[in-house]
């Protein structure tokens, strides 16, 4: 299966077109706002892309693609297809990686756009496909060979192929029984100077004991593909049974061999019991199934190595008879991502972030959340909570992962800041009635940490987080008033810069009344306080008022309110705008280190 195209659009013009392809490539489309913000956001995520391998298809012109990509250009074997298309689609420029799908996926955006595909190289103006950009599901094994070869055919001479690729034939090749060009297709280890292509057929089927070092199975099924002279290349996918969809050692495998990990049912492996040529009554009396290695192996056709061993893992080779498309074999291992999208402004979002957006075919989450991430002018399907509906809302997400799904649970902020992330792992150690089903107790969690609404805040007015802060938040819901009362007091004591989340709302009023209150005991009415509503979006107001003139009754829940410390300052600008710091110290270390002098 190859991988999605990322379509990137540069301007808010371009927003359409990039959509429009990404639902006619199956990519996914991202927004790196206005031309001129190109070098920043846009550059670090051009090169994580590149360096994934991930094709890139730019809406803007030639020249910023070569710009931003030209720190990350290296291996010309190893790039991935880039292609500028022009705004109106009339024009589209193969950048990087002509024979590697670039040519053919020009040609293929150019018949959606109706423009015109400017393919410069020999091969691919007389052929559809260059010999070293075979299609997906085949790996060539010697790219030095494929030169010499295609130079010989232009010349005239015609192909003997030995092995199955129909492909060949439909690019337009000649092929003869006595051709002057040998072509091998196998799954076998590549003859050194034969021009060979390895399809993507093998399935590898490993079982292992919980626990087992990752480099032992690797190890297990190196030798497994090597005593059987078959290559590494033609792997397709690691298959196991679902109950070890967190087994460590199986994603390090499949990230060894850059295949994806695929996972079966006991049941489904059962179905093959009498193909199995050596089940176990252990094995079954364990899992329910009387084989895993070589059970996996065989759902993609045939047993071709049976059953390898040692002290804690087992091993099988399967041969599909054709390239298979694993995205119809088994099913994957569900992940979640714990995605924090920051205050909401597009250009503070993390690259990871994005990145995990993008890669999830379900977004989950409170419904303004979703709102403030609909830039990205995405194609998944979203999953609407409620504000109130937490626990719902998680569990929801992890069971949609336990399908096999990438799901993005989004959290405004960072995810770990009063948000959904403790309570994802709160559930998945849940016991009891609030247990989860076992398959969303195995999901892989992964997060993705955005900018909290305290960081966002003091950046806005300066840098009151100079010094030792804490976070306090003032909604009694989940946590008793008395120890809500019981931090402020020990925070005003402490003195610590402090933020207050959940401020205020229409039924409780005076905590924050009681904070000022409280702070006013420990610190001087000048202390700088600062008040930031709707951070990073249209109607964002931030303003620094003194600790003595500052009034609770203006504050509402799309606010956060920073108190200073004793040491904290604040002062006016020449550009009329009040900051406010704490100081960490430094002056006082300098001077005194001069009074040593």
């Known amino acids: 299966m190859e991988i999605e195209p990322a379509i990137i659009s540069f301007t808010s013009q371009g927003y359409d077109l990039a959509n429009r392809l990404a639902k006619a490539l199956g990519g996914k489309a991202y927004g790196c706002g206005a031309t001129e913000k190109y070098s920043g956001q846009a550059q670090g995520l051009l090169g994580e892309l590149f360096a994934a391998r991930t094709p890139v298809i730019g809406i803007c012109a030639t020249a910023i693609l070569v710009r931003l990509l030209a720190p990350v250009l290296a291996d010309k074997q190893s790039e991935p297809p880039v292609i500028a298309v022009s705004g109106d689609g009339k024009h589209v420029v193969p950048v990087l990686g002509g024979h590697h799908g670039a040519n053919a996926l020009a040609k293929q955006i150019a018949s959606i756009t109706g423009g015109v595909a400017a393919i410069t190289t020999a091969s691919d103006a007389r052929f ?94 190196e030798k497994t593909l090597a005593q059987a002279g078959l290559t590494p290349q033609s792997l397709a996918a690691i298959a196991t049974i679902d109950i070890k969809s967190d087994e460590p050692a199986l994603h390090a495998v499949a990230e060894h061999f850059t295949v994806p990990l695929r996972l079966f049912s006991a049941t489904e492996l059962a179905e093959e019991r009498e193909r199995v040529p050596n089940p176990s009554t252990i094995v079954e009396a364990e899992t329910g199934t009387p084989s895993v290695a070589e059970a996996a192996a065989l759902k993609c056709g045939q047993l071709l190595v049976e059953k390898q061993k040692i002290k804690n893992a087992t091993c099988a080779i399967g041969r599909a008879q054709a390239p298979l498309d694993v995205s119809g074999f088994g099913a994957g291992p569900g992940q979640l991502h714990i995605v924090g999208i920051g205050p909401g402004e597009a250009s503070q979002r993390t690259l990871s972030a994005t990145k995990a957006l993008g890669a999830s075919s379900d977004w989950v989450g409170y419904g303004l959340y979703l709102d403030l991430i609909a830039d990205l002018h995405a194609e998944q399907k979203q999953h609407h909570f409620d504000l109130g509906d937490e626990e719902i809302r998680v569990r929801h997400a992890l069971e949609l992962a336990a399908t096999g799904k990438n799901v993005a649970l989004v959290c405004s902020g960072d995810g770990q800041i009063y948000a959904m992330a403790a309570l994802v792992f709160e559930l998945l150690n849940a016991q009891g009635s609030r247990a989860l089903s076992a398959a969303a107790r195995r999901v892989l969690v992964e997060s993705h940490p955005g900018i909290s609404a305290l960081q966002m805040a003091s950046a806005r007015a300066g840098a009151l987080l100079g010094h030792d802060f804490c976070a306090i938040s003032l909604s009694d819901l989940l946590t008793p008033r008395h120890k809500i009362e019981a931090r402020l007091e020990a925070a005003a004591k402490g003195d610590f810069v402090v933020a207050f989340y959940n401020p205020r709302s229409r039924r409780r009023t005076d905590l924050l009344d009681r904070a000022k209150a409280l702070f006013l005991e420990h610190r001087p009415p000048e202390t700088p306080v600062i008040v930031a509503s709707s951070l990073g979006r249209g109607d964002e107001k931030v303003r620094v008022v003194e600790l003595g003139h500052f009034n609770p009754e203006e504050v509402d829940m799309l606010t956060i309110v920073l108190f200073g410390s004793s040491q904290s300052r604040s002062f006016l600008r020449g550009n009329g705008k009040t900051v406010a710091f704490t100081p960490r110290g430094y002056a006082n270390k300098v001077d005194a280190a001069r009074e040593v002098k």
């Open 128 to 221: 559809l496909r260059a010999l070293d950009e075979p299609p997906s599901g085949y790996a060539l094994a010697n790219p030095g060979t494929a030169k010499p070869a295609m130079a010989a055919i232009l010349n005239g001479a015609s192909i003997r192929l030995d092995g199955h690729a129909p492909w060949l034939a439909e690019a337009g090749y000649p092929l003869a029984e006595g051709g002057e060009v040998s072509v091998a297709v196998s799954e076998n280890i590549a003859s050194p100077g034969m021009l060979t292509y390895h399809p993507k057929t093998l399935v590898a089927g490993i079982g292992c004991a919980r626990g087992t070092p990752a480099e032992e199975v690797i190890a297990l099924l």
